[in-house]
């Protein structure tokens, strides 16, 4: 190994690959301590990979509801249920979660659920052009009562966010 390629320490080389990789995995513990840096690292790949489809295609990929739920995993903590389960995307605590992402391709800024959905908090992510994200948790009993099997739920009337609980994803 050329001095370049690392540095030499107690007696081995040690790759700046190696390095960065460890730098990296701390970043991702900090940025997402409820979960393992593997998962953490997927997230940010898929939003890295659909942010690089779009500036190359202008189009986007139509993975929301996917990234949505995957940041609901990785930034609050949410044990997703197995695919296709009824009622609830997961659990946060000893809740049931319902999680709903408002896309940069949306032209509202409200998002529909089912009334009858086993859950007790409703998680609304909103993903910016930019591919930030932000979220805002509501409680089932919140939701504006009214007729037909869907609610409908304005971001702008939600509450703020907790303070530092969300920040800018990659």
Known sequence: MQSGDGIYDDGEWI???WINGQLYEQELK?????????????FEELVETAR??????GRYLQIWGELGELY???KHGVKLHRPHTRGSDGKLGN????????SPEKDGEKVEVKRAGNFSHLLVVKISKEFEF??????????????GTHARV???????AVPGADEASS
Request: charged share 25%; net charge negative.
């Open 154 to 160: 304005s971001w702008s009337t939600l509450p703020p």
């Open 95 to 102: 809740h049931f979660v319902e999680v709903k992402t408002i």
């Open 134 to 147: 932000e979220s805002r948790l509501i409680e089932r009993r919140k939701i504006p009562k009214g007729d």
């Open 15 to 17: 790759s700046w690959d």
């Open 72 to 74: 609901a995993e990785v």
């Open 52 to 57: 690089n489809y779009h500036h190359l295609t």
């Open 30 to 42: 900090q940025q997402y301590p409820l979960v393992d840096t593997e998962l953490a690292s997927v």
